[in-house]
């Protein structure tokens, strides 16, 4: 088992261009989440998908972010435009009901 | 101005001795409980979980006590290793699907050799 794969791993980028952070979960999990981690406030929930569909999305901070799950194997987080304190740490999880999230290594992203 | 982060708790015990980390949790509806570890570089890695129709659980080394009265969440860690230093979150969250779960702040144990 390979476990949630998050890419990139690390991604710069400058104030204004679009970011795609993608996430695999694992097969046969079918919960998906989102969750953004910085110093200041700690580890956040975004957005999650519960059987490709999205339930909750109010943790999405602003119209800038937006997220997908096009099929059972796949999400993307979409930041446009980014801004500087968009840079924090992403993270992708996935469960089968609620039995413990299996997180990824994250994506840390930079804006500058 | 310059940003200010958070201030995590820190927790510092001798090698071999045993650690207590605690948690208080705020909503009286979470019903699931679960504690991560997580090292630096590296997501959360799951620990263990408890129900609230449990008050103990115990797993390999680990035992999480629930106190639903006081809305109290810890985790034992038995013989501390050197490999169980890192940041500790407790989460919480509905039982009965696979709802998102709410993490606490998080507490950094540093094992002393």
């Known amino acids: 088992d390979a476990g949630v794969i998050q890419s990139p791993r690390h991604e710069v980028t400058e104030m204004g261009q679009e970011v795609t952070l993608r996430c695999k979960p694992i097969s046969g999990h079918n919960s998906l989440f989102w969750y953004r981690q910085t110093m200041m406030r700690g580890l956040e929930l975004l957005i999650y998908f519960n059987n490709n569909v999205p339930i909750d999305d109010s943790g999405m901070p602003e119209d800038r972010f937006s997220a997908k799950m096009p099929n059972a194997s796949f999400s993307t987080l979409k930041i446009q435009p980014s801004e500087p304190r968009d840079s924090a740490v992403y993270f992708c999880?996935?469960?089968?009901?609620?039995?413990?999230?299996?997180f990824g290594s994250g994506t840390r992203l930079t804006v500058v | 101005g310059e940003s200010v982060g958070l201030h995590l708790p820190t927790l510092s015990v001798q090698e071999g001795d045993n650690s207590i980390i605690n948690c208080a949790y705020s909503n009286s509806a979470s019903d699931y409980f679960i504690w991560y570890k997580q090292e630096s570089g590296k997501g959360p890695q799951f620990i263990i979980d408890i129900r609230s129709n449990m008050d103990k659980r115990q797993g390999q080394r680990v035992t999480v006590l629930l106190n639903k009265t006081v809305k109290h969440l810890s985790l034992q860690i038995a013989a501390t290793q050197p490999g169980d230093s890192a940041v500790y979150f407790c989460?919480?969250?509905?039982?009965?699907?696979?709802?998102?779960?709410?993490f606490g702040k998080g507490t950094h144990l540093i094992i002393q050799p």
């Open positions: 999880a996935s469960s089968l009901q609620t039995h413990g999230y299996t």
């Open positions: 989460a919480e969250g509905p039982e009965g699907g696979a709802d998102g779960l709410t």
